[in-house]
């Protein structure tokens, strides 16, 4: 068997347990590789197809590194937390020893969270009136939201070829049920269980008190387009990663993604435990 790491080489203490995990899963008889880092030895990612286990050191963006390594890969995911929120992590050092997390995961005692995805195509028109099409996907959200030369975006909106509104704003944030605790919570969305499979729409920062968040059906395509009535330059995040696109942004068009992220965690009520802790403050190990 073959176990993927993925650390954050910036947290000296995930490093430091990543090399303790690589000895403990050698002298187990695992086959074990590394991702490649700007901070580390290793220049060019391994080949990652084959593996049975991918284990993250980190907080959720190394966990959202992950999944983008993988890229549709229906690999599990097991998230160690070294971070400052750990959402997304089955555990951390300081709640449970992390070699008898990893001999769970490893034995097929973990429970598997299948997480949906989102795939986005942004289409960009160059100055010669030629488009050019970015896809990208998912784990979290997709935001659009007013670029640095913008005072705010227009932009209409459709789900599924029906028209929702025109709107003025700082942007917007489509997101999984997975997202919807990240941006699209600070935006005024809700909490939504990760077995939802539709998307979160939820406009930032809108002009006029009438907009509000709404869900779709996993079946549909939520649509962007940019407004010509008052033309600007929005800057598109991809699970946090800037898009750098080819022209001006024309459209966006999201739909659920084509493969689910595999996350493994010790039941359904992790879900709602981190929930509790991370956002009404209350400890379960009282």
Same mark, same amino acid.
């Given at each position: 068997? $073959?176990?993927?790491?993925?650390?954050?080489?910036?947290?000296?203490?995930a490093v430091?347990?990543? #090399?303790?995990?690589?000895?403990w899963?050698?002298?187990?008889?695992?086959?074990v590789?590394?991702?490649?880092?700007?901070?580390? $030895?290793?220049q060019s990612?391994?080949?990652i197809?084959?593996?049975? #286990?991918?284990?993250t050191?980190?907080?959720?963006?190394? #966990?959202?590194?992950?999944a983008?390594?993988?890229?549709?890969?229906?690999?599990?995911?097991?998230?160690?937390?070294?971070?400052?929120?750990?959402?997304?992590?089955?555990?951390?050092p300081?709640?449970?020893?992390?070699?008898?997390v990893v001999?769970?995961?490893?034995?097929?005692?973990?429970?598997?969270?299948?997480?949906?995805?989102?795939?986005?195509?942004?289409?960009?028109v160059?100055e010669d009136?030629? $488009?050019?099409?970015?896809?990208?996907f998912?784990?979290?959200?997709?935001?659009?939201?007013r670029?640095?030369?913008?005072?705010?975006?227009?932009?209409?909106?459709?789900?599924s070829?029906?028209?929702?509104?025109r709107?003025?704003?700082?942007?917007?944030?489509v997101s999984?049920?997975?997202?919807?605790?990240?941006?699209?919570?600070?935006?005024g969305?809700?909490?939504?269980?990760?077995?939802?499979?539709?998307?979160?729409?939820?406009?930032?920062?809108?002009?006029?008190?009438?907009?509000?968040?709404?869900?779709?059906?996993?079946?549909?395509?939520?649509?962007?387009?940019?407004?010509?009535?008052?033309?600007?330059?929005?800057?598109?995040?991809?699970?946090?990663?800037?898009?750098?696109?080819?022209?001006?942004?024309?459209?966006?068009?999201?739909?659920?993604?084509?493969?689910?992220?595999?996350? #493994?965690?010790?039941?359904?009520?992790?879900?709602y435990?981190?929930?509790?802790?991370?956002?009404?403050?209350?400890?379960?190990?009282?």
């Open positions: 068997m $073959k176990v993927f790491l993925v650390p954050n080489y910036y947290k000296q203490e430091e347990s990543g #090399l303790m995990l690589e000895l899963l050698t002298r187990q008889g695992y086959e590789a590394w991702a490649a880092d700007q901070r580390s $030895k290793i990612t391994p080949d197809d084959g593996s049975d #286990l991918v284990i050191l980190g907080g959720d963006g190394t #966990l959202l590194r992950a983008r390594i993988l890229n549709h890969r229906e690999i599990p995911i097991l998230g160690l937390s070294y971070g400052h929120l750990g959402f997304l992590t089955a555990a951390s300081e709640e449970r020893d992390i070699l008898q001999s769970d995961a490893l034995s097929g005692e973990l429970h598997v969270s299948r997480r949906a995805t989102i795939a986005a195509d942004i289409v960009s160059r009136g030629t $488009k050019d099409v970015v896809r990208t998912a784990l979290n959200d997709m935001a659009l939201t670029g640095p030369l913008s005072d705010m975006v227009e932009f209409d909106i459709t789900v070829g029906h028209h929702i509104d709107l003025r704003g700082d942007g917007v944030v999984t049920a997975t997202g919807s605790t990240g941006y699209a919570l600070s935006a969305g809700p909490i939504v269980s990760p077995d939802y499979t539709g998307m979160v729409c939820v406009p930032i920062a809108p002009h006029t008190i009438q907009a509000r968040a709404f869900l779709t059906s996993p079946s549909d395509v939520v649509e962007i387009f940019m407004s010509d009535d008052r033309p600007s330059v929005p800057a598109i995040a991809i699970d946090g990663q800037f898009i750098t696109c080819d022209g001006t942004v024309d459209s966006v068009a999201v739909r659920r993604g084509p493969g689910d992220v595999l996350l #493994l965690d010790y039941g359904p009520e992790s879900f435990n981190s929930v509790s802790r991370v956002f009404y403050g209350v400890r379960h190990d009282r």
